[in-house]
């Protein structure tokens, strides 16, 4: 029943996947596996507060679940709560640890850190992004735009630069790789090139063709626009 819901799920189709998660959780309400799926497309069917109630049954088993996490503080950024939003990566912290939860929602969240987390994140190594220099340099491009030391973030959307290029290359076709790209180039100073790159990603994967993650990459290009 579950599986129904993921494929219903990645066509775009929310309201039956919803309904087929709720069913596989009520027939095994204590598999951390089948609990708390609804809440993605529940999310983007704007049913924020019901979409929190199925992730808080998902934490209660697997509390360390940053993908889960993640899901709860979109429940609330998708009702305009940016303090509950940040109150649940602080609770990510104490849950899973800062080093692992600053490096999981850098890239774009680190505006919903607190002061202390945020700064653990500039002092991060390429280590806590699994030896990938290029994402690391990127999310520190970000921290610094963050904190106004425009040098430094061109600094590090150079370097990131250098580094996603040949990730790209390798995987053309996956649009991940095009979004940070696209974002390396904008702090790089090459805004232009950037907003094409990340153009690219929601072209390989349309909305339209893929619902469930091409409204990630959607995000990405407003990303550059920032």
Known sequence: VGAFGHGESQMGRREDATRHYEAAERMDPRNAINVGNSARPLVYLRR????????????????????RITVKVQSYLCEGDSAGA?????????????????????????????????A????????????NEGLWALAQAWASWRSGDLPSAREFGAKALSLLESQTRAAPKAATP????????????????????SLLATELEPVERSPFSGSDWVWGLAQTYM
């Open 178 to 197: 095009h979004v940070f790209l696209g974002q390396a180039l904008v702090f790089a100073g090459r805004k232009a090139e950037g907003v094409r790159e």
């Open 86 to 118: 940040r109150a649940a990566i602080a609770d990510a912290v104490r849950r899973v640890g800062p080093t692992d939860t600053a490096a999981y929602f850098a890239n774009g969240q680190e505006w919903l850190f607190d002061a202390e987390t945020f």
């Open 48 to 67: 924020c507060a019901q979409a929190r109630e199925s992730i808080v049954r998902s934490l209660a088993l697997a509390p360390a679940n940053l993908s």
């Open 120 to 131: 653990l994140l500039r002092r991060l190594t390429p280590a806590s992004f699994d030896g």
